[in-house]
Protein backbone atom coordinates (compact mmCIF):
# COMPACT_ATOMS: atom_id res chain seq x y z
CA UNK A 1 0.00 0.00 0.00
CA UNK A 2 1.43 3.25 -0.62
CA UNK A 3 1.52 6.41 1.63
CA UNK A 4 -1.36 8.15 0.10
CA UNK A 5 -3.76 4.73 0.37
CA UNK A 6 -2.98 4.46 4.01
CA UNK A 7 -2.77 8.32 5.06
CA UNK A 8 -5.05 10.11 2.36
CA UNK A 9 -4.00 13.07 0.44
CA UNK A 10 -2.64 16.57 1.59
CA UNK A 11 -6.06 17.90 0.17
CA UNK A 12 -8.12 15.66 2.53
CA UNK A 13 -6.01 16.27 5.28
CA UNK A 14 -6.49 19.72 5.23
CA UNK A 15 -9.83 19.69 4.68
CA UNK A 16 -10.42 17.14 7.95
CA UNK A 17 -7.95 19.34 9.66
CA UNK A 18 -10.73 22.02 8.91
CA UNK A 19 -13.42 20.41 9.75
CA UNK A 20 -12.02 19.94 13.34
CA UNK A 21 -11.47 23.69 13.30
CA UNK A 22 -14.67 24.35 12.61
CA UNK A 23 -16.56 21.54 14.82
CA UNK A 24 -14.44 22.82 17.69
CA UNK A 25 -16.03 26.37 17.20
CA UNK A 26 -19.43 25.13 16.75
CA UNK A 27 -19.22 23.46 20.08
CA UNK A 28 -17.66 26.37 21.98
CA UNK A 29 -20.66 28.64 20.58
CA UNK A 30 -23.09 25.59 21.71
CA UNK A 31 -21.26 25.62 24.98
CA UNK A 32 -21.72 29.01 25.63
CA UNK A 33 -25.43 28.74 26.09
CA UNK A 34 -27.21 27.14 28.55
CA UNK A 35 -28.93 24.20 27.14
CA UNK A 36 -30.35 20.78 27.74
CA UNK A 37 -30.18 17.28 26.62
CA UNK A 38 -30.79 17.50 23.91
CA UNK A 39 -28.00 20.62 23.46
CA UNK A 40 -25.78 18.07 25.26
CA UNK A 41 -26.60 15.64 23.36
CA UNK A 42 -25.73 17.25 19.97
CA UNK A 43 -22.43 18.47 21.70
CA UNK A 44 -21.23 14.63 22.60
CA UNK A 45 -22.32 13.85 19.11
CA UNK A 46 -19.68 16.18 17.59
CA UNK A 47 -17.11 15.16 20.27
CA UNK A 48 -17.71 11.65 18.94
CA UNK A 49 -17.26 12.28 15.01
CA UNK A 50 -14.12 14.77 15.87
CA UNK A 51 -12.67 11.92 18.06
CA UNK A 52 -13.60 9.14 15.44
CA UNK A 53 -11.97 11.57 12.15
CA UNK A 54 -8.58 11.95 14.43
CA UNK A 55 -8.31 8.13 15.78
CA UNK A 56 -8.93 6.82 12.06
CA UNK A 57 -7.74 9.55 9.95
CA UNK A 58 -4.97 11.05 11.85
CA UNK A 59 -4.20 8.17 13.70
CA UNK A 60 -4.25 5.84 10.67
CA UNK A 61 -6.45 3.79 12.35
CA UNK A 62 -8.80 3.10 8.84
CA UNK A 63 -6.24 0.80 7.93
CA UNK A 64 -5.42 -1.03 11.14
CA UNK A 65 -6.44 -4.62 12.22
CA UNK A 66 -10.43 -4.67 13.06
CA UNK A 67 -9.63 -5.36 16.81
CA UNK A 68 -8.12 -1.85 16.93
CA UNK A 69 -10.60 -0.18 14.79
CA UNK A 70 -13.56 -1.78 17.21
CA UNK A 71 -11.17 -1.00 20.46
CA UNK A 72 -10.73 2.64 19.51
CA UNK A 73 -14.03 3.28 18.30
CA UNK A 74 -15.97 1.34 21.34
CA UNK A 75 -13.86 3.57 23.82
CA UNK A 76 -14.94 6.40 22.23
CA UNK A 77 -18.62 5.62 22.56
CA UNK A 78 -18.21 4.44 25.71
CA UNK A 79 -17.10 7.59 26.94
CA UNK A 80 -19.71 9.92 25.20
CA UNK A 81 -22.68 7.48 26.66
CA UNK A 82 -21.07 7.67 30.07
CA UNK A 83 -20.85 11.11 29.84
CA UNK A 84 -23.95 11.46 28.96
CA UNK A 85 -25.67 9.09 31.54
CA UNK A 86 -23.89 11.21 33.88
CA UNK A 87 -25.30 14.30 32.57
CA UNK A 88 -29.23 13.08 32.63
CA UNK A 89 -28.22 11.44 36.49
CA UNK A 90 -27.33 14.58 37.38
CA UNK A 91 -30.29 16.39 35.88
CA UNK A 92 -31.99 14.70 37.68
CA UNK A 93 -31.82 15.66 41.47
Request: aromatic residues 8%; contains cysteine; positive net charge.
Amino acid sequence: MSSTELHGTPRRTAVLWLLLVLATLLTWHLGENRGGGLLTAALLGIALIKGSIVAFDFMALRHAPPLWRILVGGWLLLVCVLIGLAYWKGSLT
